[in-house]
């Protein structure tokens, strides 16, 4: 399995950015993806996660509200929305896929993770 993020880049506080993240490798029918971000000196956090079957999602409270995870099952892609951007959503993005569960929100409970993509928002 192979994830490929973009997207990324750098916004204005109060701006938008959309990420994807294509995976390849095999047919997915079960688990999730899931996308984690990580800033420097900080652990790598949780963000959004959505089932492959019946697209239930779960987002940490920190984006509830303001970004939107969805997914094509068509195209194996999986998309992050983000909106109204602040300054503390920056970091190093990364999107992740799970085999199992239906909403992890664990690293360690995800099997393949992509390279990441930057997003830096500007005060």
Known sequence: VQLQASGGGLVQAGGSLRLSCAAS?????SGGMGWFRQ???????FVATIQWTGGRTVYADSVKGRFTIS????????YLQMN??????????????????SD?????????WGQGTQVTVSS
């Open 39 to 45: 800033s420097p000196g900080k652990e790598r956090e």
């Open 71 to 78: 997914r094509d099952n068509a195209k194996n892609t999986v």
């Open 84 to 101: 109204s951007l602040k300054p503390e959503d920056t970091a190093v993005y990364y999107c992740a896929m799970n085999l199992f569960y």
């Open 104 to 112: 992890a929100t664990k690293s360690t409970q995800y099997d393949y």
């Open 25 to 29: 490798g095999r047919t997915f029918s």
